[in-house]
């Protein structure tokens, strides 16, 4: 049983203007179908082959280069496609903003936050907003592919919204000024669909 790569949930060229066609094709279909294929690769022939995406990462021998790189940039990509709509933006409502001004005290100090995580990420990562059991929500990043679901790595939630901030997911059109990247990423985030990550999660 191969992992697949999903589809993505709006046309390549939807979130424009602030995430552009070209990059949204290649990341989709080169990096994260790259990913998706060495992450068969990494487990086909091996008892790992099977199991499922949160178990393969919750369980993840850190020293398996191959699969804590591919498993990770699989479901990180997974993730992040979801968390975007060409309808989004805003702010969060309901339990999910009252989670988010419990621990940060308002959207915006929420959002500096955030912005900070994916700002100051040294090279290649991932920003993460994650939600622990109990409902309390944490901002952190990671290296490289890594994600809050592996062992010893950020802050140990369950990611619930990321944002991608390796070169190859903006350069094209921001180039060297990722903060302006991560401010557009606030007009695209699907607020409805972090919402239902929080409440699977709390
Ligand atoms: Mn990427």
């Not at 602030?18 to 949204?24: C, E, S, Y």
């Not at 060495?38 to 099977?50: C, K, P």
């Not at 950020?154 to 990611?159: I, L, Q, T």
Request: net charge negative; charged share 15%; hydrophobic share 40%.
């Amino acid at each position: 049983m191969a992992f697949e790569l999903p589809a993505l949930p709006y046309a390549y060229d939807a979130l424009e203007p602030h995430i552009d066609a070209r990059t949204m094709e290649i990341h989709h279909s080169k990096h994260h179908n790259g990913y998706t294929t060495n992450l068969n690769n990494a487990i086909g022939g091996t008892e790992l082959d099977g199991q499922p995406i949160l178990n393969l990462l919750a369980d993840m021998d850190m020293n398996n280069g191959a699969l804590r790189n591919n498993g990770g940039g699989y479901f990180n990509h997974s993730l992040f496609w979801e968390v975007m709509s060409p309808d989004g933006g805003g702010e969060p409502t309901g339990e999910l903003a009252e989670a988010i001004n419990a621990a940060y005290g308002s959207f915006e100090a929420f959002k500096e936050a955030f912005s900070k995580a994916a700002a100051t990420r040294f090279g290649s990562g991932w920003a993460w907003l994650c939600a622990h059991e109990g409902g309390k929500v944490e901002v952190c990043s990671s290296a490289n592919q890594d994600n809050p679901l592996m062992p010893g790595i950020g802050c140990g939630g369950a990611p619930i919204l990321g944002l991608d901030v390796w070169e190859h997911a903006y350069y094209l059109n921001y180039q060297n000024k990722r903060p302006d990247y991560i401010n557009a990423f606030f007009s695209v985030i699907n607020w409805e669909k972090v919402s239902e990550n929080f409440a699977a999660v709390k």
